[in-house]
């Protein structure tokens, strides 16, 4: 069984910046992905990385902002969020994959329980 905690939430102001973590263990799989779910909205796909080859994925609106990553001799993936914007504020969940898209939540398997992301103007 794959577990999956993620860290590095907080609060922050428009325009800094925060990194955050998962820490994975307990199995096998294909992909890992970044989620966000803002209040009243449905949980969104924001990044993915693939573990061979680490091919990344990102939506358009965090394209150029954000940045992820694997340290593979860890387990870790990573979010580098950069010129954070209000609207980024949500819970973010890290998200494992053994098979199916990249893009989509209901193809993710395993999942953390989420780290809360406030950007204030």
């Known amino acids: 069984q794959v577990q999956l905690v993620e860290s590095g939430g907080g609060v922050v102001q428009a325009g800094d910046s925060l990194r955050l973590s998962c820490a994975a263990s307990?199995?096998?799989?294909?992909?890992m992905g970044w989620f966000r779910q803002a209040p009243g909205k449905e949980r969104e796909f924001v990044a993915s990385?693939?573990?061979?080859?680490?091919?990344?994925y990102y939506t358009d609106s965090v394209k150029d902002r954000f940045t992820i990553s694997r340290d593979s001799s860890k387990n870790i993936m990573y979010l580098q969020m950069n010129r954070l914007k209000e609207e980024d504020t949500a819970v973010y969940y890290c998200?494992?994959?053994?098979?199916?898209?990249?893009?989509?939540?209901?193809?993710?398997?395993?999942w953390g329980q989420g780290t809360q992301v406030i950007v204030s103007s």
């Open positions: 998200a494992a994959l053994l098979k199916g898209s990249l893009l989509t939540p209901a193809d993710f398997s395993w």
């Open positions: 990385i693939t573990i061979i080859g680490d091919s990344t």
């Open positions: 307990g199995g096998t799989f294909n992909a």
